[in-house]
């Protein structure tokens, strides 16, 4: 059954409003031939990681899109398109909707939009293989932290090699 025109307005409405929280990615799917009850475990799961899953009809999101000035056609992405977006880590969220498509072959990752920028579906896979953003912090720091402590390994190296000169030589 068609949607009513007070409906469409309110989906639009909703998704300005999810919009102008600024997500921080939006990842674009098809969901043709997904149950209800797994299409429902998925959204769960994205807004267990600060996300949300929405699904409208590409016209609705062209014309959101244009309004908002987010360069991407829905009309170019083939099937039933969901939108995801991510409120707080957009790679948690990228992660959570790749590892369901793994799990659900029917699901297709047909791109993702972040930063301005547009991805393919397979920069989006290389996006969800990244580490988690505390791995990558932990790696930062201790890229940062390991010329410090090799310098002063090699500076208390050089002490205890003086203090032995210095020890024999009174012997």
Request: no cysteine.
């Amino acid at each position: 059954m068609p949607k009513t025109k007070a409906q469409k307005e309110g989906i639009v409405e909703q998704i300005r409003g999810l919009l102008d929280k600024n997500p921080s990615a939006l990842a674009f799917v098809d969901f043709k031939g997904i149950r209800v009850k797994e299409f429902s475990r998925l959204r769960k799961e994205l807004q267990e990681s600060g996300g949300k899953l929405m699904v409208a009809k590409k016209t609705l999101l062209a014309k959101i899109f244009k309004e908002k000035g987010i360069h991407v056609d829905p009309h170019i992405l083939e099937g039933q398109l969901a939108l995801a977006l991510a409120f707080q880590d957009p790679i948690e969220v990228i992660k959570r909707v790749h590892e369901f498509k793994i799990d659900k072959e029917t699901l297709k990752v047909l791109g993702g939009y972040m930063e301005g920028e547009w991805y393919a579906p397979e920069q989006v896979q290389a996006i969800a293989s990244l580490p988690p953003r505390q791995a990558l912090l932990a790696r930062l720091v201790g890229t940062i932290a390991s010329p410090l402590s090799n310098t002063i390994g090699v500076l208390q190296g050089t002490i205890k090699g003086l203090i032995t000169v210095l020890s024999k030589a009174k012997a």
